[in-house]
């Protein structure tokens, strides 16, 4: 099985920084995934690592430490759309190729102007 | 590219009555899955289906059930409702290539009273 932590909510400020982290402890491991879900909107991806290190895509980037079982989110220069849950989500492999995820419960992000 | 497809978006029922759920996934998509997702427990896996196979199940009781057609749209039902089973039902489809990253439905709101 997969237990995956991360905080319930988190505040941050228009132009800032934010860093979310998730904790996991699993049986398998076969990546990592962020998505964002809006209040009422359905979870859209944002992004997957595998591999140890860091991923940058704009102004969001993911990193990865599999011996720590450690991930976190970082969102650069804040703007208010940002908004939202932010789900972690875990890759848990099972036979035959396919993969089982597992999602940590999200963590609210507040941005103030 | 239409994208993830869900009806009925809301729905009322009354405990002991049963509710099916329809998804239509991204065109050339085969994998489709289910999740339920509460204020409480977050996102939780309901069960895969590939190719009108169930290939995944997570830990629901057997009321829930599901099944995929050949144009890979696929239905999930609940039976016996219960007060518990309110929630927001999310169907997600994916290509399976790549990092397979979960494409989101907007999901159907079920209430139970």
């Known amino acids: 099985g997969q237990n995956i932590d991360q905080p319930t909510e988190m505040t941050a400020t228009e132009g800032a920084i934010v860093q979310i982290n998730c904790t996991y402890q699993t049986s398998g491991f076969n990546g990592l995934f962020w998505y964002q879900q809006h209040a009422g909107e359905a979870p859209t991806f944002l992004s997957y690592?595998?591999?140890?290190g860091l991923e940058e895509k704009g102004r969001f980037s993911s990193f990865l430490s599999r011996s720590k079982g450690y991930s976190y989110l970082l969102l650069k220069e804040l703007q208010m759309k940002d908004s939202a849950s932010y789900l972690c989500a875990v890759r848990d492999p099972q036979a035959g190729g396919s993969y089982i995820p597992t999602f940590g419960r999200g963590t609210s992000l507040i941005v103030h102007p | 590219k239409a994208g993830v497809t869900q009806t009925p978006r809301y729905l009322i029922k009354t405990r002991g009555q049963q509710v099916t759920l329809s998804c239509s996934p991204i065109s050339g998509h085969r994998s489709v899955s289910w999740y339920q997702q509460t204020p409480g427990q977050g996102l939780q896996f309901l069960f895969e289906?590939?190719?009108?196979?169930?290939?995944n199940k997570g830990n629901f009781p057997g009321r829930f059930s599901g099944r995929q057609f050949s144009n890979s749209r696929s239905e999930m039902n609940v039976s016996t409702l219960e007060l518990g089973d309110s929630a927001l039902y999310l169907c997600?489809?994916?290509?399976?290539?790549?990092?397979?990253?979960?494409?989101f439905g907007e999901g159907s709101r079920l209430t139970v009273l």
């Open positions: 289906y590939f190719s009108e196979t169930q290939r």
């Open positions: 997600a489809s994916s290509g399976g290539e790549g990092s397979g990253e979960l494409f």
């Open positions: 690592n595998v591999l140890d």
